[in-house]
């Protein structure tokens, strides 16, 4: 269900039915204006989860909520609800299968650039350590299973990478 004022402030495409349907509320009562309009598939974005959803359409206290995911939809993604800090974490079979891109960048950042990044999109494999300021005593510390991979951490190779870009 979609706040009329988020739909109309965001011109979300809408449907207008011929016939209201019944919108029933968790007691079981129609919720006043609904039933009339629904939106076109739209893509809804929960920071990098996106699903495909319509919503139906119904005034709602200004100001105080623009919308309600219903029962089926928790059931289906299943996150794992914060309530403390208001955040949603994705870990359902449903959610990798369909919602969460599948491509992983790879990026070298610094420490400092790894502390700014939100830990949920981070996947670290693994750490250079500069002993000296050319470089010339570097320790690799990545985890076990990125071992094969450490070459990539080689000075020569960084050198050849383009600038990280911002
Ligand atoms: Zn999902």
Known sequence: MLSSDWVKNGQVPCVRRKEPTQILDASGNQIPTSGLH???????YIGHHMNKMRFEVADMPAGKVDSYLPMSW????NPDINWENTSLKWRSEYCKAHCLRKERRLEFITEDELLAEDPDNI????????TDHDSADI???CLPEYR???DIFN?????ALPEHRK
């Open 74 to 77: 928790l059931k289906d993604h």
């Open 139 to 141: 320790k690799i510390k």
């Open 148 to 150: 094969d991979y450490a």
């Open 123 to 130: 996947f670290v494999m693994g750490m250079a350590l500069y």
């Open 38 to 44: 629904y939106t076109t598939t739209v893509n809804m």
């Open 155 to 159: 000075q020569e190779k960084i050198n």
